[in-house]
């Protein structure tokens, strides 16, 4: 084995065998929410920016989940928003935040003109 075959094995250990770092909410600086659904769950990781050492730097806050099934992927991803608003809603109110998703269905939600009863309910409740 090289030796930067060496290092890439002790850093990629060293990463899944480390819990991340849990940083303190500072309602100045933006929140970030990662939000995924898959066929088994709902999942997201709330981060937050941090000034260390003059630099800001990402980290996370918490991490929820909750186990569901559902028939549509899209209703699914829309689940995972709404209740990850939900239930994170203390970090957040009154504060700037940005959700990242990889499902366009989120985005589209607030451009349909006649969304379903269960995707109208969560629109309303989102704003």
């Given amino acids: ?14 990463a899944l065998t480390t819990a991340p770092l849990l940083l303190i909410p500072y309602s100045k600086l933006p929140f970030k929410l990662y939000i995924n659904a898959s066929g088994d769950g709902l999942g997201a990781a709330l981060h937050k920016f941090q000034i260390i050492n003059d630099t800001p730097v990402e980290g996370p806050i918490c991490f929820i989940s909750r186990k569901i ?4 992927a899209s209703q699914m991803e829309l689940l995972c928003l709404f209740w990850d608003l939900k239930k994170l809603n203390y970090f957040w109110e009154g504060c700037v935040f940005e959700v990242i998703t990889d ?3 989120v985005k589209s939600l607030f451009n349909m003109n006649t969304p379903n009863r269960h995707m109208l309910r969560w629109k309303i409740a989102i704003q």
């Fill in 103 to 105: 499902c366009t269905t």
């Fill in 1 to 14: 084995m090289t030796f930067d075959r060496v290092k890439d094995f002790e850093s990629l250990r060293q």
């Fill in 69 to 72: 099934k559902l028939a549509a």
